[in-house]
């Protein structure tokens, strides 16, 4: 295959390519340091012990928490369910299984969120899902009108995976505090992207996935605060006490190495890339502008994800140009849902049609992104829809 039949990648938010750094330094924990961080009598024991904690230690830096506050999960899927289900379970323990219960969301979550919302709805929970203005953003005046004194939990997702609206989380989180109320953020989208920083937006759970920063998939946090509150959280997992007894089973080591020194990277990477993809993407959107004069922004047109551009093409089924855009590797709604034909939630919340949903695609950028490739990209989109 010549470089110029090479496919063109720009769907950096389904996943991102590890990173050769990231690859070298989970390597060895394959290889040498097979050890379980759970053997406390033997050199291989310490050496994985010891790559765990150097990682919790990066990613607290990435996110300026304490290294404590960090338990390592499967991914963003797993820490996103343990904060609701176990927040039910803790509230329940401590003031009884009738206590009333109200969680605030948005409409547009993931649906690791969005799902788990829905059972807890079931096992007796209140859930508001609020709507978000136009650009897909929630507005802190629609959360304040739905609270109740008995509304324990705001879960609000900080950058939008789909279409890659930033929500006000600082905010959010001062609201919260006010009526000291637990929130949580899914941060998948934004950690290693636009920066996360606990001190100035003290939330009480985030949760975040490596595989979204250049690390490797199968791999993710929970942040849990630890002090102004200190909070602890039921365990989801129970078993050989790992993770402090917060989270048992044995450590995918390798892939917690890896996690650690994708965050190491995006901590030094962070404001250059910022500014180079967010040029980027606003090239691209410029040059699809040019080819294609109906497309449609979807999301807030400043406050987004550098990396991210959701189109709309009105009137268009993109499926039915797929065989014309084999090169280009991107996403129809959000990858969660590919294979489903069902239109996007988060894009029929935001106003959309069916037929609009169908004409839409999220085009995604990264730390390989080049002009070229979306000289390129522009190229094929506009032979396919001209
Ligand atoms: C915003 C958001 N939350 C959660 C997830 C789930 O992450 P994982 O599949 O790594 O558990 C994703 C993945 O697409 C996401 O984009």
């Known amino acids: 295959m010549n470089e110029q039949q090479k496919p063109i990648y720009l769907d950096y938010n389904a996943t991102t390519p590890l990173d050769p750094e990231v690859f070298a330094a989970m390597e060895p924990y394959f290889k040498i340091h097979f050890g ?41 899927t797993e ?29 547009i979550e993931h649906s690791s969120v969005m799902k788990a919302m829905k059972e807890a709805e079931r096992r007796g929970v209140e859930v508001d899902f609020i709507k978000t203005n136009k650009h897909g953003q929630v507005e802190v005046e629609s ?22 609206s930033i929500n006000p989380i600082q905010e959010l989180t001062a609201l919260a505090k006010e009526r000291q109320i637990y929130l949580h953020t899914d941060a998948t989208q934004a950690v290693g992207k636009i920066p996360v920083n606990l001190e100035t937006t003290p939330v009480d759970f985030l949760s975040a996935s490596a595989h979204k920063f250049y690390g490797p998939k199968g791999a993710g946090i929970l942040y849990i605060r630890s002090k102004n509150p200190k909070i602890s959280l039921p365990p989801y997992f129970f078993g050989g006490g790992q993770e402090y007894g917060k989270r048992s089973g044995t450590l995918n080591v390798p892939a917690i190495v890896g996690l650690g020194a994708a965050a190491e990277l995006c901590k030094n990477k962070l404001p250059e890339e910022r500014v180079r993809t967010a040029f980027l993407r606003d090239y691209l959107w410029a040059e699809i502008k040019k080819a294609l004069p109906n497309a449609r922004l979807n999301g807030h047109p400043t406050e987004r994800s550098p990396i991210n551009l959701s189109i709309t093409l009105p009137g268009t089924n993109i499926d039915l140009f797929l065989p014309k855009l084999g090169e280009l590797a991107f996403s129809q709604g959000s990858a969660c849902h590919t294979g489903s034909m069902d239109a996007s939630p988060v894009l029929q919340s935001l106003g959309l049609t069916d037929s609009e949903a169908q004409g839409t695609l999220r085009l995604s950028l990264g730390r390989w992104t080049t002009q070229e490739d979306l000289n390129r990209a522009t190229a094929i989109l506009a032979k396919a829809f001209n």
């Open 143 to 164: 959360v304040q009108r739905c609270l109740k004194p008995h509304t324990r939990l705001l879960s609000f997702i900080w950058v939008q995976n789909e279409v890659g």
């Open 36 to 76: 379980n961080p759970a053997s406390a009598n033997h050199p291989w024991g310490w050496a994985a012990q010891k790559g765990v904690e150097k990682a919790r230690t990066q990613i607290s830096t990435l996110i300026a928490a304490n290294p404590l506050e960090i338990t390592f999960t499967s991914g963003a």
């Open 79 to 107: 820490s996103n369910n343990w904060v609701i289900f176990s927040l039910i379970e803790k509230i329940r323990r401590e003031e009884g299984p009738n206590a009333p219960l109200h969680f605030v969301t948005s409409a």
